[in-house]
Nanobody
Framework: VQLQASGGGLVQPGGSLRLSCAAS????????MGWYRQAPGKQRELVAT???????NYADSVKGRFTISRNTAKKSVWLQMNNLKPEDTAVYFC????????WGQGTLVTVSS
């Protein structure tokens, strides 16, 4: 499975970004999809995941600000990020499970004035 993520960039506090990720070369059904992030000097952490049946899990720090969605037929997942804060600055990684764990290359989100 190959994952191509896009949508990162520089945004001011309070701004919005939308991350996109598309999977290709998947031989099997894609189960859970999601986003993780890693800030400088910190471990990678869960941001949001969505299962094949649509169950969603958010990190407490992003609840009410971020929205995850997916299109299973298009093998795509999105992360709408609103009211961004400086502490959201990180490299964001797309993730899918398809009889194994697969990760995208990461896209940098910088929240700064």
């Amino acid at each position: 499975v190959q994952l191509q993520a896009s949508g990162g960039g520089l945004v001011q506090p309070g701004g919005s970004l939308r991350l996109s990720c598309a999977a290709s070369r998947s031989r099997f059904v894609i189960g859970s999809m999601g986003w993780y992030r890693q800030a400088p000097g910190k471990q990678r952490e869960l941001v949001a995941t969505i299962t094949l049946s649509g169950d969603i899990n958010y990190a407490d720090s992003v609840k009410g600000r971020f929205t995850i969605s997916r299109n299973t037929a298009k093998k795509s997942v999105w992360l709408q990020m609103n009211n961004l804060k400086p502490e959201d600055t990180a490299v964001y990684f797309c993730y899918v499970y398809s009889r194994g764990d697969y990760w995208g290359q990461g896209t940098l989100v910088t929240v700064s004035s």
